[in-house]
């Protein structure tokens, strides 16, 4: 053990002595609600592979150290503008720290040769999973923070390592940085995380209006649920939603759900569709220049798109049918609601073919875009950084255009279909990864499999199994051997 943790260790035992005083103001300082998220040797891998964010900042500190508790304020202030669901600039930069008093984060904090404190490192991420800093080391693409002792100079730090005019006094939804080329391929690799955040907050939504109220809604949710058990691109969302489906009988007994969010898990509010770290409270490819545009709306068409390229011919109808009935039972939105319904009621002859269902999700969109664009340019209601297009532009599909002009466009379908397959398909996450900086061999693996389509081995309640088999054969016979071999291996409620 480093001589300056031996002095950590000797004066954590005399502050654990000290007079109840003392113990009261620890403690009024750790309930704060900080905005900085605190990391052990326990999250602290997990946490950093996960963000969504291009950069880090950690701090290592103690909590006995004055120091540290006065830069604690500075901290937040620059922490506010980056982390939490109200950060002004989300997904940029993840502000942590690392309580080195600590003991079990001792070998953590021996690892990045902490020296003093506070003592502040940046970088990508990836690069602080299972790593470590020397101070000879070459080449680290971690870098001491060496001018960071008040929110201005740290701010001021920041800016110059990523180019950014950043300032403390910035308000919520200026977003200087908002994605105004939509014809860059390179952004759509973050729609990733904004297909996770609309997966959730429209579970979320379900939770909040109790909206599971009939045999139907239930057999619309389930089939739901099973369509992204199967193809969501990410694969913390199949396994939430393979989870929901094992365990639907149990939490909506004849469609009855239990939707409060408890300490068990008999609830449906406890199961968390994309895991506990999703919703993360904003978006970043779907994220707007103004408070209420884009958002949730977007990543629900992006998850659509995504859906329904990765469909087999067999599913085409099913998936159409579950998609339709999702809409007219969930989104909130009445208006939207029965116009998307006209458009499913339109549809006369069941698709076969999951090409046929690819374009259909299309030009729906696209029919809703020039509705919106109609009402939003006589209302100035739109977005001024991101209005309404027809998809995709020529820009990024010159071959889908036949034909154009100001009235009318006449699209050549099968160059259409294979941009929106590769689009919403491997380009989403081949982009995805390139923008997860160079990891391990593991690291990529375990990457490639977040987000590799899943098989249709799918999990389906008893229930609602029949149902399903008759809306896809494929789906319902897995389904109920699926279900049969997770019952037997759940344990008995007592």
């Known amino acids: 053990m480093s001589l300056v943790h031996l002095l950590i260790a000797g004066l954590v035992i005399a502050a654990s002595s000290s007079s109840p005083g003392s113990r009261l103001i620890l403690r009024e300082i750790s309930d704060q609600k900080d905005k900085a998220v605190e990391l052990n ?22 909590h006995w150290c004055p120091a540290c508790r006065n830069y604690k304020p500075h901290y937040e202030k620059v922490a506010r503008l980056f982390n939490g669901p ?16 600590m003991k079990t984060n001792t070998k953590l904090c021996d690892k990045f040769s902490v020296s003093h404190y506070p003592m502040l490192f940046w970088g990508p991420p990836t690069k602080f999973v299972s790593g470590s800093w020397e101070p000879k080391k070459d080449k680290s693409e971690i870098l001491v923070i060496d001018d ?13 390592q990523i180019g950014s005019s950043y300032g403390l006094d910035d308000q919520k939804f200026k977003n200087e940085h908002a994605l105004s080329n939509l014809t860059d391929y390179n952004q759509i690799s973050q729609a990733v995380y904004d297909v996770e955040e609309a997966t959730a907050e429209a579970f979320d939504i379900i939770l909040a209006h109790k909206a599971i109220k009939s045999s139907e809604t239930s057999a619309s949710f389930i089939r739901f649920i099973q369509l992204l058990a199967a193809h969501h691109l990410s694969r913390r969302c199949r396994k939430g939603a393979a989870e929901i489906l094992v365990n639907y009988d149990d939490l909506c007994p004849s469609g009855n759900c239990s939707y409060e969010k408890s300490g068990g898990n008999d609830t449906l509010g406890n199961f968390p569709i994309c895991g506990k770290d999703v919703p993360r409270g904003y978006y970043m490819f779907c994220r707007g220049s103004k408070n209420d545009t884009r958002g949730f709306s977007c990543g629900l068409w992006v998850l659509m798109h995504s859906l329904s ?12 049918t579950t998609i339709c009935d999702f809409v007219n039972n969930f989104f909130m939105c009445d208006e939207c609601r029965l116009h998307f319904n006209d458009m499913c009621l339109s549809v006369k002859t069941p698709f076969k073919k999951a090409r046929d269902f690819v374009l259909w999700v299309w030009s729906t969109h696209n029919k809703v875009n020039e509705r919106l664009m109609k009402d939003e340019a006589s209302l100035g209601t739109g977005d001024p950084k991101f209005p309404k297009i027809i998809w995709p532009p020529k820009e990024l599909c010159p071959l889908c255009y036949l034909s154009s002009n100001q009235k009318s466009i006449e699209w050549d379908h099968e160059h259409v ?78």
């Open 417 to 494: 279909y294979k941009f929106l397959k590769n689009y919403y398909g491997p380009k989403l996450v081949s982009l995805y990864k390139e923008k997860s900086v160079s990891r391990s061999k593991e690291e990529t693996v375990s990457a490639t499999e977040d987000l590799t389509v899943a098989t249709n081995a799918l999990v389906v309640p008893i229930g609602a199994a029949l149902a399903i088999a008759i809306a896809s054969c494929a789906f319902g016979a897995l389904a109920c051997y699926w279900r049969t071999q997770q019952k037997n291996r759940k344990p008995r409620r007592r």
């Open 148 to 160: 960071g002792r008040t929110a201005e100079r740290l701010l001021n730090w920041i800016n110059k």
């Open 41 to 62: 040797t326990t999250n602290f891998d997990s946490v950093l592979k996960d963000t969504p964010a291009k950069y880090a900042v950690v701090e290592f500190f103690a």
């Open 86 to 101: 109200d950060a002004i600039h989300p997904g940029i930069v993840l502000m942590t720290r690392v309580d080195c008093a």
């Open 309 to 320: 390229v990765r469909i087999e011919d067999g599913e085409s109808h099913f998936a159409f």
